[in-house]
């Protein structure tokens, strides 16, 4: 493990996340009492900052001298802890602001989470805590702790101070993580916080101070919701190249269930997206609640892996072939073995052992367990292996063969010690022997090398280890899209749509795109029928198709405004006069201004991009293929906007549908380059005017070579175009 | 936990599984050697029965006295531990043959697995014991162990005796779970076998063996490869319904790659059909190694709940909406509370707790943990809840808030002990303090509670327990659909075609079909060009296909061997000299026979029906949609044949496009029901053609009312044929 390199603090959370002095605003003589327990936890904890309770009616608490009020005291105060009800809290934090306290914490609940008159009450104490530049953690909120500072506002006893931060919405989830470190773990934490309402500190400036902190390896957050998420994604660039971030996020099922108006718009703020969303910024993201602190331990302990080849041996037949299994799960490979190395574990292993990845040592190491050593120091030389995976028993040789075997074991141990130290692969191991604590696995355990449990756990942080690695190889760096610049004819369009009350008809949209590099097929707009023998004799023998053009008539198919495959004068004639009458039908009162008339697109494979402007993480790209795979199978992936090209290609190789892409029964593989563009300048649009809130190119017709933009529907932001 | 009620024993495995007196061959006075330690098992066991150990070397070992052969044993002998080498068998089976010994454990490796002359030599070893009446368990095994009859060949020190019966085919996973249990586990084993390489014995036989064994309560297997599974299929069938039956299967990434003539064949023999055809039979199939022994003590020490509709109690929100994330993710729902039910908890709760489910208890209990029985005893008794669902700091209340709170703690365990007692549904538990193991989750477990350390782990169970109860009411009993009467019509139909050394024309097929039932559009056969006056005559206006008849090209589409939407006799024509000069440029020697002319398909939703007959399983059929769902998505569902009802609507329920099937886009849902008969009737046929190989029905066009069989396509099993 190496030592954390210090980085320069930005976040002004430092001042009181690690106080010199604190105030226990409500602090208490009853033992029962937050304001009595916080106390207990700053004596015991050895906390060697001054402590000031405040509390008018008793002269001390746990022999410390009380004042009556925060004015009282003497010194400088870096942090208040407030116990006290909702109601009193405008009042004291005006006089936090007086005494030059720069964060409280507001353990009170009753505030938006009642209703209307706790969120004003909410607002009144952000109010009186801006105008006083205090900082405030909650409300609402369980405490913090920071053991690195003997900090310990929680008065939980048995924390081990280490080397995960953690930031939790559930304080049930802080106690588990810590049981679960106290009793199997591998690892101890150095801050925690309860955010609470993030009426003022949200999630990304606790991600900031958590990246800036120098007793933190790892930043961990357990997270019901975002309230900036953009703001979080930015942090989060900006973090995980110098320190893993691992999330979970909850509310996995209860998302997504919005009404929209686009396709995207639908499957847009799913859990899905934020997953996605994470993953783009280099977040590690755990599904299961129970593999958090494992992938935190693994990610605080281990080298990050180069890539997905994982060597594995084991010592049982069975479990080599159940951890094949979940690597292939998980995404990872077997690595391919060099003959060299292949050679070299034949002279070590009996001829009935497996010198294919996964190696079963076929009995080799009941008898010699070092054996074991020397196979992963030989698979840890192979080229093509990102990371090791020791799979089955060790640590309980000694008790399973012959009490002899001892030694062997303990040796084994040291070499492996040894191998985690000198080689830039991350050695992970499994053994049953985990709930005997055998010695061999206690010396591993003091060397800070985990040993997991469960293979299934093992193969999370395997994961997690060359998802890491792969990201910081892969993504960043590079450089994210820029914006294009606004035309000022563009500009002037979104503002003629925005005055006339509508969004923008199919034809301006396909105007943008084609002004910032998009290919779209060209248009014609015919506002009368006479216009039609013009336009017939442009397009020649081409099919054409025919839409009609109103702001009224937002699903065009349905009103009967679609013709396709039109071809000659005469046949766009009837095809006007069909879709005039029938949208009439349809809408009496539709604003028709003609139809657009456009070529048929070539037949090739459906694609779907879409952008949505989410209230929390802000602008996102959707890509999928089109029909079922969007409607079923919500087969799509997201990224926030701008987006590197990595993340573009990401895009299009995420997808399950990618088969079809890449050709099936025969057809020719589509070209993901363009469309890998094509995402590009969509994100280069998005980002450059603020006037677009929703997009949607439903469908993108993809081909051998390029693709064709059929058809553009583009949402207008009302609020910004009426600022 | 009720008793186990005695079931007859109608397995031979009994007599030497449970056996009354064991002769060791190989004993040995050597500490490192298989043939002491199983000495010292049995002796350490107090093992009740007769220990024989042979060794003409040595007088006795460990105080026994030694026979220097089985002949000069006095007594009976029911098993044989045989530790000598494999070279050593073929003699010694013909020996115990000779002894009149029941079943033999050999351990010895080196048969099948090591190639031609292993395989040979495990062949010989087969016949002597077939020929003395003698069973093998093994060979290549890591032998067996009865706790309840004191027999622990294995040597394996702290396996508690419990409930668990477990067949396992890698022995780290016997120790993993032994291990687990020992540890952290709530339950004990029974009987352990390693099945080796099934020589003799399989999985099905340990199966009724566990079945009809008194000290199992749970039959658990570990598989890595089932040598007959048509039978085990058959023997879970009658198994599960007495008692649970749990099966981790190993190697699902590496099976499905077979070439194959079929899409049905292609899909078949992947770990997804093992999976299907297990829960058909009501076999708990887990999917990762880390829940084998969670399900089997869920299963093992918990009523089976009535459904999936799930009451959640939790003392912490965030873990609350973890678990809804998790349940749903399980297939499981939360209960949908009576008013009554929300009342009565309003009557006991503060009145920030949220009463819908899940139940958050908003502090209620932080003072007074007896709250949270109450709660499980309330929503235990509102009827539309089948399971119910603890989760939080249950166990460390006295830790966490006040000692004095140990006294409220351990009278609410003992009011849950009591509600389990008289409840029909299951009381699942997730304590944040298991790490910790307090007493009031001390008192649980010698209670038989189990209590679960991940939330995970916990829903896993509930889910187990959910599909148990519904399995049981759902499948069990209902009628397996009959096969059909064979018509000796169609049985000269496959006679001629297996002369002919061809698989049947699609006509053919199509009369099949069509003689058991199934609606089949009319066909035509044109030999010659002449032949299509008439037949287009017959279809009038109605357009109709047209594909080759020929045994030669399987592949009709590729060779231009069908035509489309043909209407009138000059279609018919064109079409059938296209089809003509296609089919002999594609294979100059192909036989064609004519074409045949069916009416083309309304539209409508494309379905495939196949079946294979799959080594390891027989007969299988296959369900899904066609096109990507079939092709790329590999979105089916299989069942062995024969099936019931309910077996066939599960296939239709459970693939993802189901969601087609019942109407997207306004489109009206197809007659499920009618593919429900189709199955069914496709079920039967297979059952009574053996003749019948494998059947593609691709595609079957589903209809709003009805369906449409558009291609057949039947390949006859030459193997039956030829007999």
Partial sequence: MTELKPIAHTSPLHEFLAPESIAIIGASADPTKRGYKAMVGLIKGNYAGKIY????????????????????????????????????????????????????????????????????????????????GVRIIGPNTSGMFNLHKQVNLLALANVKPGDIGFISQSG?????????????????????????NQTDIGF?????????????????????????????????????????????????????????????????????????????VGVSVVRHSDQILPVAEG???????????????????????????RLSDAGLELATLSEATQHRLSEILFAQASLANPIDVAGTSDA???????????????????????VGMFGGYHTR?????????MRAAEAMIELARSTAKPLVIYSLYVPVKPPALRRLHEAGLPVYASIEHAVRVLQALAERGLYLQQQHGRPLHAAVTPSDEMLAMFAR????????????????????????????????????????AGFGERPVAMKVVSKDILHKSDAGGVKLNLIGESALRAGYDQIMSACHRYDPNADIRGVLVTPMAKKGTEIIIGVVRDPI????????????????????????????????????????????????????????????????????IVAAYPQLSELDLNPVIAYPEGYSVVDARIIINRAIMNA
Same sequence: chains 1, 2.
């Fill in 497 to 536: 749509a925005s005055n006339e009350g509508r969004d923008l008809y199919e034809y301006e949209a396909r105007s943008l795109l084609r002004t910032h590099g998009v290919t779209v097929e060209p248009e014609r707009i015919a506002a009368t029928a006479d216009e039609l023998g013009e336009i017939a």
């Fill in 53 to 132: 309770p405040i509390n008018p009616k008793v002269p001390e608490i746990l022999g410390v001298p009380t004042f009556a009020s925060l004015d009282d005291i003497p010194g400088p105060v870096a942090l208040a802890l407030i116990c006290t009800p909702a109601s009193t809290l405008p009042k004291l934090l005006a006089d936090c602001g007086t005494k030059g306290v720069k964060g409280a914490v507001i353990l009170a609940s009753g505030f938006r989470e009642t209703g209307p008159e706790g969120a004003k009450l909410e607002q009144e104490v952000l109010n009186a805590a801006r105008a006083g």
């Fill in 299 to 325: 990610l605080a302990l281990m080298q990050k892996a180069r890539g997905k080849r994982i060597a594995v041996i084991a010592d049982g037949g069975g479990q080599a072939t159940i951890t094949s299994d």
């Fill in 617 to 684: 993480f802000g602008p996102v790209l959707m890509f999928g293929l089109g029909g079922i795979f969007v409607e079923i199978l919500e087969d799509v992936a997201f990224r926030a906007i701008p987006l590197s090209r990595e993340d573009a290609r990401g895009m299009v190789e995420q997808i399950k549908g990618r088969k079809i892409l890449a050709g099936v029964r025969g057809d020719p593989a589509v070209d993901t380059e363009a469309l890998v563009d094509l995402l590009l300048k969509v994100s280069g």
């Fill in 172 to 196: 049930n989830m802080l106690l588990a993580l810590v049981l679960e470190a106290e009793h199997n773990g591998h690892v101890g934490f150095s801050t925690y916080v309860g955010p609470g």
């Fill in 401 to 409: 063969f012959a009490e002899s075997l001892l030694g062997g074991e």
């Fill in 368 to 390: 010699d367990p070092e054996i074991l050593a020397r196979c992963m120091q030989i698979v840890a030389e192979d080229d093509n292996v990102d990371a090791i995976f020791l």
């Fill in 204 to 280: 990304n400036d606790y991600l900031r101070y958590l990246g800036e902190d120098e007793h933190t390896r790892v930043a961990t957050l357990y997270v019901e919701g975002f309230r900036d998420g953009q703001r979080f994604l930015e942090v989060a660039r900006e973090i995980t190249p110098l320190k893993p971030v691992v999330v979970y996020k909850s509310g996995a099922t209860e998302m997504g269930k919005k009404a929209a108006s686009s396709h995207t718009g639908a499957l847009a703020g799913s859990y899905a997206m934020t997953v996605d969303l994470l993953r783009q």
